[in-house]
């Protein structure tokens, strides 16, 4: 198979499927777009780079440092910043000024405003967005780009998931909370129980799916489905709704 387009659906299919990933990435280095071969550059070292793993306290390959190399290089350049750009993350155009990245092993975070964007394995997998953000980006960056998980900013402990199984794809919104200890008031408990009475609530978990055929209805359906989800979590959580993070001033 040599048409990039075929290939990267190959990728999008099946995620783990790192020999697609390799093939393209090797098809669009050979390109004279710069665009496709920091692509393919980006996607061969990040593939490169996970062969080992994240608690290797010491890796003496001079492969996994070329991949580091190639990885930055790339990241650098702004193409991932970019890429995360043609989804409508930050203003258009980007400037150089409007986003800063980080590495760790195979994982490339970039940070455009409050938004993160992560890439594993050469693809971007992982969002921290906000609810409506999500809710804006959601159906083009399933098309483009094989995302995992999303981290809901405005909603702590709220996650959106994306899995692949054996037939067909699951969509799963999940909400942890912590513990929590309510204040009463003293009409509702008498001053003698305790000095400062609360109702102490323990830690939590709910969590919501719905699945799909195949990728392309997960694609179609991942907007209405989120705000589904979503809308039941919430009213199972009841009073305990996670209330938005306070900005810094």
């Known amino acids: ?76 350049a702004g193409y991932p910043a970019h890429w995360l750009g043609l989804l409508g ?22 940070r455009i405003r409050d938004t993160l964007g992560t890439y594993a394995r050469g693809t971007l997998t992982e969002f921290t967005v906000t609810l409506d953000q999500w809710l804006a980006l959601a159906r083009p960056a399933l098309a483009a780009w094989p995302v995992e998980r999303v981290a809901v900013a405005d909603a702590p402990g709220l996650t959106i998931a994306v899995e692949r199984l054996a037939e067909g794809w699951r969509l799963e919104a999940r909400l942890r909370l912590g513990g929590r200890r309510v204040p009463l008031s003293r009409h509702v408990v008498p001053s003698a129980v305790s000095e400062a009475p609360v109702l102490a609530d323990g830690p939590a978990e709910w969590w919501v799916e719905e699945r799909f055929a195949d990728r ?26 996670p209330s938005p993070p306070r900005k810094r001033r």
Do not use: K
């Open 216 to 241: 392309a209805a997960l694609v179609e359906g991942v907007v209405p489905s989120s705000r589904m989800l979503v809308a039941d979590l919430w009213w199972i959580a009841g009073d305990r709704r």
């Open 89 to 110: 993350v930050g203003p258009d155009p980007l400037t150089r000024t409007d986003w800063v990245w980080d590495a760790t092993h195979d994982r490339v975070t970039v």
């Open 1 to 76: 198979m040599t048409d990039p387009a075929a290939l990267w659906a190959a990728c999008l299919a099946d995620p783990t499927d790192d020999t697609a990933r390799l093939v393209l990435a090797d098809l669009l280095r050979e390109s004279d777009d710069p665009d496709q071969q920091a692509r393919g550059r980006f996607l061969w070292a990040g593939v490169t780079a996970a062969r080992w793993s994240r608690d290797n306290d010491v890796i003496d390959d001079p492969l996994y440092y070329t991949a580091q190399r190639e990885l930055a290089a790339v990241a650098t």
